[in-house]
């Protein structure tokens, strides 16, 4: 079988030795090409040219955001019903990896998708999309987990300008989870409008998800969306308040019971096929992990086409 590894030389877990193992193992069991990323979007350029030198697997060598940028090549190259996709843990939160089941070491995780390839146990992952317009002009992106807009997305632009995730790990978005959410505060009034079957509602920070656990602190999972099932609909949580010890208890019962989504000021949409935010102001936007910019207007929808994948 013919696959193309996508790696991303910058993923701050991947050692060259162990970046040598996994190679090794792979080669064993596929006719392996390698690609490195050298830029932003680069990963979906590489998926996009395997697909069309009829390449029958991509497997990502990354974080979250490689493996986005490589299934949005995949789905724009129409390899929906074809090539599948093999998710190698390299980043720090590896969050599609461990919904699939992989094991969040990548020499366990590679032994894992060999398994997986000689049993040829698949599944169908189902994709949802954000459209709408930003700053820069109209976006269209396909995630696989969970998009978000103002805090979370926020935090995760200030840690990637940061650069301190490879010396602080999971500190750098506690960090600057507490700085974008006290710059929030400042901002006087919610800026997001979120359309609810019942009428439109305001909110200061907004989630959407495809999974459960939304992302993950260390080894535990954060129960954003407590109800999210991947194979179905978006779930949407947005908090309607920035009090600072509500937050706070709030981010507790994310990390423990997912009880916050049943306080009168969060809203919880569950199983929704799409979902329209707008924004008074320019807010940030986040997919997958990835910042993608600053938007006023999100349109949000499930897909009802796939994905194959080793799990």
């Not at 079988?1 to 050692?15: C, D, G, Q, W, Y």
Request: hydrophobic content about 40%.
């Amino acid at each position: 079988m013919r696959a193309v590894l996508i790696e991303n030389p910058v993923a701050h877990k991947v050692t060259e030795a162990r970046r040598r193992v996994v190679e090794r193992a792979l080669e064993a069991t596929f006719k392996l090409e390698r690609v490195s990323t050298e830029r932003r979007g680069h990963a979906a350029d590489i998926a996009r040219e395997a697909v069309r030198s009829g390449a029958e697997a991509v497997i990502t060598l990354g974080g979250d955001g490689t493996v986005n940028e490589a299934v949005n090549g995949l789905m724009t190259a129409g390899a929906g019903s074809d090539v599948c996709l093999g998710v190698l843990p390299g980043g720090g939160t590896n969050v599609l990896a461990r919904v699939l089941g992989y094991p969040n070491d990548l020499v366990d995780a590679t032994a894992h998708l060999i398994e997986l390839v000689e049993s040829d146990s698949t599944r169908r992952l189902r994709l949802a999309r954000l459209q709408g317009q930003g700053t820069d002009g109209p976006f269209d992106r396909v995630f696989t987990f969970g998009a978000g807009l103002v805090l979370d997305a926020e935090t995760v632009r200030r840690v990637e300008e940061s650069g301190w995730r490879p010396r602080l790990g999971d500190g750098a978005f506690v960090i600057h989870g507490f700085r974008s959410f006290f710059a929030l505060r400042r901002e006087g009034e919610p800026a997001l409008h979120i359309q609810t079957p019942g009428g439109p509602v305001e909110a200061w920070w907004a989630v959407i998800s495809k999974t459960n656990p939304f992302t993950y602190f260390g080894k535990r999972g954060l129960k954003v969306a407590p109800l999210a099932r991947q194979d179905g609909g978006l779930d949407v949580t947005a908090g309607r308040t920035a009090k600072v010890l509500r937050t706070l208890r709030w981010l507790q019962q994310v990390l423990s019971t997912g009880r916050h989504t049943r306080h009168k000021d969060v809203l919880y949409l569950h199983d929704q096929p799409r979902v329209t935010i707008t924004a008074t102001r320019p807010v940030t936007l986040q997919a997958d992990g990835e910042h993608l910019g600053q938007v006023t207007r999100v349109e949000a929808e499930a897909l009802p086409h796939t994905l194959r994948v080793w799990a």
